[in-house]
């Protein structure tokens, strides 16, 4: 079983709890005045030096960023999942890096986070992401969030924390629950149920337009190229 290398900086910016958490998974028992912290860094540090092979140096596994959408990015080590940035309404500091679904730190830009994983992955101070089972829902709900990122891209729409957006005006709402796409408006209150995520940002476009009403009670499929005049991508859907 290999583990991370610590750096002696890094393991001071834990608390004694912690440094005990590291040292029973290292199998690590120190001897001395196990209330210190230097007792149990020290031993720590002492093991990895002796036993190399147990350990992988996080420098020399280079990180990936992978962009989910404009305001969701994951970091990868090979196939492991590291962190994630998100965006939420914080008004000062809207940009939270994640682990294990939990805050580990908040800026004001995208940049700030990359940095701070980036630094604290190579010092191995960054909390390690468990890979288990929930990683597979990540996996789902991530190629959810692109799927939907790259439909409204075609129409230049925005995807916020809170919806989609044209032109700084909320058109409503676009998802997946249980593999069943749905698309809410930004003036309703029920979900819509579609075939895709291509049908269901595509009714968030053409309600905007005069005909929408007539053209959104008419099922996807029956639509003929002649309803392109309503809105010019429906040509590119039907051909």
């Not at 690590?28 to 912290?37: A, I, L, Q, W």
């Not at 790259?150 to 995807?159: L, V």
Request: hydrophobic share 35%; glycine share 6%.
């Amino acid at each position: 079983m290999t583990h991370r290398t610590y750096t002696q900086q890094a393991l001071r910016r834990y608390t004694l709890p912690r440094l005990k958490t590291i040292a029973a998974e290292f199998g690590v028992t120190p001897t001395g005045d196990k209330r210190g912290s230097e007792t149990w860094i020290n031993a720590i540090i002492a093991h990895q030096s002796t036993h190399p092979e147990q350990f992988i140096t996080p420098a020399n596994v280079p990180l990936t960023p992978v962009e989910i959408s404009f305001y969701d990015h994951e970091y990868y080590a090979g196939d492991k999942l590291i962190a994630a940035i998100h965006y939420d309404d914080d008004l000062t500091r809207p940009w939270v890096v994640m682990v294990n679904n939990k805050e580990v730190h908040r800026a004001s830009t995208n940049i700030l986070c990359h940095h701070y994983i980036c630094s604290h992955y190579k010092d191995g101070s960054l909390p390690a992401q468990e890979q288990n089972a929930t990683d597979t829902n990540s996996t789902t709900g991530n190629a959810i969030k692109a799927e939907i990122f790259n439909e409204c891209e075609k129409y230049g729409f925005k995807i916020l924390h809170d919806g989609i957006y044209n032109n700084d005006v909320k058109l409503g709402e676009v998802g997946c629950t249980d593999g069943s796409w749905w698309v809410v408006g930004a003036a309703e209150q029920e979900r819509v149920a579609c075939q895709s995520a291509l049908v269901a940002v595509w009714r968030l476009a053409v309600a905007q337009t005069p005909r929408h009403t007539e053209l959104l009670n008419r099922r996807f499929e029956m639509l003929t190229p002649m309803d392109g005049s309503s809105y010019g991508s429906i040509n590119e859907f039907l051909n």
